[in-house]
């Protein structure tokens, strides 16, 4: 109850931590946007006909594999390579999953299944940004951790 009460008493308006939490949110949309649209292209153009559900897994998988791999090249220029992958695979798994799964979310429920469209892409990475952004931030105040 105590971390809870801590994370309600939070002072919500450090505008800097609000930067460096919407900077490292951005990151992780970037690796986890490759993966995951990557992976729905594919199924979309080859037509090979798997289950909505079954490639929304598979996307949200390849989202988070190439989080990691973007975050570990990141970070390996500023640390060694061994600590950069340790410090990716690390990172708020919380954070990842609730953005992919807010950007598959939006992508079934605005296009009826896993297909990528001019005007759903915009709509998956806003989403993708503001689902984990409030936790990022919380993170970032409440427990002094951050991506990079």
């Not at 798997?50 to 990141?74: C, D, F, K, R, Y």
Request: hydrophobic fraction near 55%; glycine fraction near 6%; aromatic fraction near 12%.
């Amino acid at each position: 109850m105590t971390s809870l009460a801590n994370a309600l008493n939070l002072n919500w308006t450090e505008w800097k931590s609000w930067k460096k939490a919407s900077q490292n949110t951005l990151w992780c949309l970037l690796g986890c946007s490759i993966g995951d649209l990557g992976t729905i292209a594919f199924f979309q153009f080859t037509g090979i006909p798997w289950p909505v559900w079954a490639i929304m897994t598979l996307a949200i998988i390849n989202g988070l594999l190439t989080s990691i791999i973007l975050e570990t090249i990141i970070l390996s220029r500023q640390m060694a390579f061994k600590l950069a992958f340790q410090t990716a695979i690390g990172m708020s798994f919380i954070s990842m999953i609730a953005m992919e799964a807010a950007m598959n979310l939006v992508d079934v429920w605005v296009t009826g299944g896993a297909k990528l469209t001019w005007y759903v892409i915009p709509l998956m990475l806003l989403a993708g940004f503001l689902a984990p952004l409030p936790y990022n931030y919380w993170r970032l105040v409440a427990l002094k951790k951050s991506c990079h």
